[in-house]
């Protein structure tokens, strides 16, 4: 397996599911470097990233996640990482697949956790929303990609360095992923286990306004490649 790996966490108000997160982690990924970020929580997962992680980067005010992960990866390089595993804080990431996940960056060099979004036990929102948004990235990136807005991604540090990817909410998990498939980057999709439950931070309206604002941004050619 890739090392050093380093785990990057991101948290907006995860309190009740971080700890647990954290552990399951260090138990699949016991030589990974665990770097919380906490973006701008008013609860207590400020305090919680301290104790369970080996560093923690503090917001004062939420930020977004693309912001989050964008410092969690420039931290990360700056420890030599090899690559990275980012996983949610919200528990509906099963840390089992970590492994698996980290171990297929020996035949590609991003790696997306994906799960079946057409079972009962997903919202019926969620599903349509997963199946028009991930139907929209294959077309813009030439195919292959799925499940772009998934979190759970293991990258390799070379992609990092040389994919910026803009916006400072979830619209920067897609931007990031279309521009390193046009940069010639290889990504593969790994099954993972569909577990919902904790409420989700995305919003329906805002963030996937964003999302089709990448996108269409993509499509028409205003970003360089």
Same mark, same amino acid.
């Given at each position: 397996?890739?090392e050093p790996?380093?785990?990057?966490?991101?948290a907006?108000?995860?309190?009740?599911?971080?700890?647990? +997160?954290?552990?399951?982690?260090?138990?699949?990924?016991?030589?990974? *470097? #665990?770097?919380? +970020?906490? @973006?701008?929580?008013? @609860?207590?997962?400020?305090?919680?990233?301290?104790? #369970?992680?080996? %560093?923690?980067? %503090?917001?004062?005010?939420?930020?977004?996640?693309?912001?989050?992960?964008?410092?969690?990866?420039?931290?990360?390089?700056?420890? =030599?990482?090899?690559?990275?595993?980012?996983?949610?804080?919200?528990?509906?990431?099963?840390?089992?697949?970590?492994?698996?996940?980290?171990?297929?960056?020996?035949?590609?060099? !991003? +790696?997306?956790?994906?799960?079946? *979004?057409?079972?009962?036990?997903?919202?019926?929102?969620?599903?349509?929303?997963?199946?028009?948004?991930?139907?929209?990235?294959?077309?813009?990136?030439? =195919?292959?990609?799925?499940?772009?807005?998934?979190?759970?991604?293991?990258?390799?540090?070379?992609?990092?360095?040389?994919?910026?990817?803009?916006?400072?909410?979830?619209?920067?998990?897609?931007?990031?992923?279309?521009?390193?498939?046009?940069?010639?980057?290889?990504?593969?999709?790994?099954? !993972?286990?569909?577990?919902?439950?904790?409420?989700?931070?995305?919003? %329906?309206?805002?963030?996937?306004? *964003?999302?089709?604002? +990448?996108?269409?941004?993509?499509?028409?050619?205003?970003?360089?490649?």
């Open positions: 397996m890739i790996l380093v785990v990057i966490v991101p907006y108000n995860a309190e009740p599911t971080l700890a647990k +997160v954290v552990k399951d982690v260090r138990r699949n990924l016991p030589g990974a *470097l #665990v770097i919380g +970020v906490d @973006d701008g929580s008013t @609860d207590g997962s400020r305090h919680l990233l301290r104790t #369970v992680a080996d %560093e923690t980067i %503090e917001f004062d005010q939420n930020r977004g996640k693309g912001a989050a992960l964008r410092a969690g990866f420039d931290a990360a390089l700056k420890k =030599g990482a090899a690559a990275v595993l980012t996983i949610d804080s919200d528990g509906q990431h099963d840390a089992a697949f970590a492994p698996a996940i980290v171990g297929a960056l020996d035949r590609a060099d !991003i +790696v997306i956790g994906t799960r079946d *979004l057409s079972g009962k036990a997903v919202p019926r929102h969620r599903r349509i929303a997963n199946m028009i948004s991930s139907a929209a990235r294959r077309a813009v990136s030439g =195919g292959n990609v799925r499940a772009s807005q998934s979190g759970y991604r293991a990258i390799k540090s070379d992609v990092l360095r040389k994919v910026h990817a803009v916006g400072d909410r979830y619209e920067f998990e897609t931007d990031f992923i279309i521009r390193a498939a046009r940069a010639g980057f290889t990504t593969v999709n790994v099954p !993972i286990s569909t577990i919902y439950g904790s409420p989700s931070y995305f919003r %329906e309206f805002r963030d996937a306004w *964003l999302v089709i604002k +990448v996108l269409w941004r993509h499509r028409a050619g205003i970003f360089k490649r």
